[in-house]
């Protein structure tokens, strides 16, 4: 992946999509060649709790977008897990938007931020929350990647759709990569979606990963699922996506080189 800092966003304008589990088994994947930084920005801390970190920031959400180098530093947390940490969120997380709102360079405090401790990982995902707001400008502005899960269904295209927009509309204009999330081959409508869906937009990767209980049992175990069920067909799905976003990458690398 070479050796500057590369920075996944993983969004959507819609919520309970598999967003957050990604996020964590992404990281997970990425540890074994790289230094990971999981940056949870999302109030409801499902990260932060899912790699069993203590949602605690000295002085919130403020002293850490604020800019000064020691609040970041001493807010991030080692997990369990080699080469991860984490960047936990606590209740402050809720007033996010306001303290960049009134931010200089409102939409450039994610990055400022991660500049300050670029040369400690090699890969940063950020977990965003759902919805429109200045939090996921400053994500988008600041990845080189978005990646959005996708749930087989009319309402995910419309989020997709809406993604799209956004990324459009940001200085920076990362490449999204979508791949279809939950999914529930028993259904016909998520059958037909995984077929229809990706050949409708270029930017959808036809990588599935199934809505199992093996997903759902992180909660109790709190350990991502290359741990604990390593050769599932969830797990091969996230290394088979971690695969397709280092390829992007490197595609968008030699695209801005050349």
Known sequence: MGSDMKVLA????????????????????????????????DPQ??????????????????????????????????TG????????????YRELDLVLDHAKNSTGRIRAALDIVGRDYDVVILDCPPGS?????????ASDLVVMPLVPSPLSVRALEQVEEIVR????????????????R?????????IA???????????VVPGTVVIERMGIERRP???????????????????????VIKAKQRKSKS
């Open 10 to 41: 993983l969004y959507s304008t819609k919520g309970g999509v598999g967003k957050t589990t990604a996020a964590v088994n992404l990281a997970w994947e990425a540890s074994r060649d790289f230094r990971v930084l999981l940056w949870d920005l």
């Open 45 to 78: 801390g499902a990260a932060t709790f899912l790699l069993n970190v203590k949602p605690k920031l000295k002085g919130g959400v403020e002293a850490l977008v604020g800019g000064k180098n020691s609040s970041i530093s001493a807010a991030i947390r080692h």
């Open 81 to 92: 897990f080699d080469h991860i940490d984490v960047l936990p969120a606590d209740d402050s």
């Open 133 to 141: 707001s200045l939090v996921a400008e400053n994500a988008i502005l």
């Open 169 to 184: 509309a940001s200085d920076s204009k990362p490449p999204l990569l979508a791949f279809l999330s939950m999914v529930d």
């Open 186 to 194: 028993r259904k016909a409508i998520h059958r037909d979606s995984v």
């Open 197 to 207: 869906i990706p050949r409708s937009h270029s930017g959808v990767t036809n990588i």
């Open 225 to 247: 699922v290359g741990v604990y069920a390593p050769n599932t067909a969830a797990s091969l799905a996230y290394s088979d996506l971690w695969v397709r976003i280092q390829s």
